[in-house]
């Protein structure tokens, strides 16, 4: 008994004092290291905002490229480009992603089911360089590069992620609810179309927000599709359209420090779209979840 | 009673309209689950087919050749096998730790309110774009350690020949770098998810046995998460494998060959298919820029496979120990 006694007074001999410290060590070790995380977060934005912020002005977002060795000039083919790029990547990928994630929720028998799933799970980890060179093959080569060969190689991109973000939703929808309809009588489809559909559009759509702010800052998939474009704003997607991320790359690679301002700024435009826009649609994500489990 | 007859005069009808109904959102949520699947083959199947012409030259003997020369037109990927491999394995050792604990952090220790925040804000780091990182990387990382971390490096771990060689702004050592800041809110939001997912009972028991917060940490958290924390630390590797726009800005693509010096430049599979593939002139070179992608596509595909089969095991035991 009067070895238990040490242990159960207050004062705490020496293997408790060192415990603790080792407990303390191992806490401020991790706080340290969520510190540095956001340092560096902190860092990379404050970097980009006081190079690239004051290059910005109203004429570099609305004039055209400047030609080889021009002071001056804009992006505004950039921005246009690279909006038109993601509109078709987003044609593409939201209609397939959708229903690819409804037949895994809906319909797929368990093995089928886990086969595409991992399918999606793969895709999701493709290195996007591999995309790139994907589609030079299928649609570049002996062709000319084009929007819609870089809108297609972007939406490979988005597709295992808005699939990803459906199912979660739709995981999300009561099963209570869809065993009522079926005790209705009601059909499938209809349940489909007046119940799941519905109830998860909105995590859908903050889903495919958080795919299309990853798609725009995408550059190797477009690097081999659509890098090689003309200095105006176009519209013409059988041939290669201007986008920021290629452009990005490209002044990054110049000596030239005229060339590194505009990209610095464009960084800062890039960026301000996918923070704000990611930041947004987490928070979104964040309340339909909550309001779907509840 | 004069709305039943109604209903079932509609049945006829409705039914027909039921069935079509079903079997046409069957038919297209299949097909497009399967177009999805066909594409990921034809993925594979185009690279393939795209390195036929170098894999008949140099047959698989091109995976562990030395030599990449346009001119002489000899081609080989141990170089960047090697540059991919180093970079790589760098960035794990920096964000791997860094990563798990973060994740301790954002799930055992943070305040509720600021584990939100904090959570987001490290999700926006994954955010950031690969080529403004790589910018960041080449114009103000590069600059920056080529003064103030390589030098007191060289200096205190010299005799190394990994820190020999001449400090520069951009190269393998800062790849590393760049793909650490990549790798790491990766493997701190899967780590953070596998921590919160430990049953309360089991984290609770410990403290109440008079645990400290780090013993019930090790002895319960991070012991009963070994497998996931594993397959988070394999995805953070995929994605460091296959990054191709930011390390093509930092690393310099100079020196390719096999040596010893983080601080020399280099090249990775990716960064070498980036940087070239666009000025590729002949057939052979373009067909070895597609071997290579095969090699990656390969590696991507197995370091992913891997992670997967222990993620499904892992949450089948996890389900079904609560």
């Known amino acids: 008994m009067s070895a238990v006694e040490p242990a159960l007074t207050l004062r705490g001999d020496a293997r408790v004092r060192r415990r603790r410290i080792v407990n303390r060590l191992a806490e401020s070790a991790a706080t340290i290291a969520a510190l540095a995380a956001l340092a560096v977060l902190g860092i990379v934005i404050f970097s980009v905002a006081k190079r690239g912020g004051g290059e910005l002005s109203w004429g570099f977002l609305t004039e055209d490229l400047p030609t080889f060795g021009q002071t001056g000039g804009g992006i505004a083919p950039l921005i246009v480009g690279s909006a038109i790029l993601v509109g078709i990547a987003t044609a593409i990928a939201l209609p397939l992603g959708v229903l690819t994630a409804l037949f895994l929720s809906e319909f797929a028998p368990r093995r089928l089911s886990a086969a595409i799933q991992l399918t999606i799970d793969l895709m999701n980890g493709l290195p996007s360089v591999i995309i790139g060179i994907f589609v030079f093959g299928l649609l570049v080569y002996g062709h000319t590069q084009s929007g819609y060969a870089g809108g297609f190689a972007l939406s490979i991109v988005m597709l295992p992620l808005i699939a990803r973000s459906t199912q979660e939703v739709l995981r999300l929808v009561p099963r209570a609810q869809r065993e009522a309809a079926l005790a209705l009588g009601v059909s499938r489809w209809r349940i489909v179309v007046g119940i799941v559909l519905p109830s998860a559009l909105g995590g859908i759509l903050t889903g495919t927000v958080l795919a299309i702010a990853r798609a725009a800052g995408e550059t190797a998939p477009l690097l081999f599709t659509t890098s090689i474009f003309v200095n105006q704003i176009t519209s013409d997607v059988r041939h290669a359209m201007p986008n920021i991320p290629v452009q990005i790359f490209i002044w990054s690679e110049s000596p030239d420090p005229e060339d590194h301002k505009r990209a610095w700024a464009s960084a800062f435009v890039l960026i301000m779209f996918v923070l704000v826009t990611s930041l947004l649609a987490r928070l979104a994500l964040a309340r339909t979840r909550r309001k779907l489990s509840r | ?322």
């Open chain 2, 1 to 322: 009673m004069s709305v039943v007859p109604a209903t079932q005069e509609l049945t006829g009808g409705r039914r027909v309209r039921d069935w079509l109904g079903d079997r046409i959102m069957f038919g297209l949520t299949l097909v497009a689950a399967l177009a999805t699947v066909a594409i990921m083959v034809l993925i594979a199947y185009k690279v393939v087919r795209g390195a036929e012409l170098s894999y008949r030259a140099f047959g698989l003997s091109f995976v562990t050749g030395s030599v990449w020369d346009v001119n002489k037109a000899v081609f080989g990927a141990a170089p960047f096998l090697f540059g991919t491999a180093v970079t790589s394995l760098m960035a794990l050792l920096i964000a791997a730790p860094l990563g798990i604990a973060i994740g301790l952090f954002l799930s055992e220790l943070a305040p509720r309110g600021v584990r939100v925040i904090i959570g987001a804000l490290v999700e926006l780091l994954a955010a950031i774009p690969s080529v403004v990182l790589g910018l960041w990387g080449i114009l103000v990382l590069g600059p920056f350690a080529a003064d103030h971390i390589e030098p007191p490096l060289q200096r205190a771990f010299g005799f190394l020949p990994i820190f020999s060689g001449k400090p520069g702004s951009s190269g393998i050592f800062i790849a590393g770098l760049v793909l650490a800041i990549m790798v790491v809110p990766i493997v701190a939001s899967i780590c953070r998810e596998l921590f919160l997912s430990v049953p309360t009972e089991l984290e609770e028991g410990a403290l109440a046995l008079g645990a400290t917060r780090w013993e019930m940490v090790r002895g319960v958290v991070l012991s009963s998460s070994r497998p996931g924390i594993a397959a988070a630390i394999i995805l953070g590797l995929g994605r460091a494998i296959g990054e191709a726009i930011a390390v093509t800005q930092v690393i310099g693509a100079g020196n390719s060959g096999i040596h010893a010096s983080l601080f020399a430049t280099g090249d990775t599979l990716a960064s070498r298919i980036a940087g070239e593939f666009i000025g590729a002139s002949s057939k052979l070179q373009i067909a070895s820029l597609f071997y290579l992608a095969g090699i990656l596509l390969v590696i991507g595909l197995l370091t992913n496979l891997l992670a997967q089969v222990i993620v499904r095991r892992f949450e089948s035991q996890r389900v079904g120990a609560d």
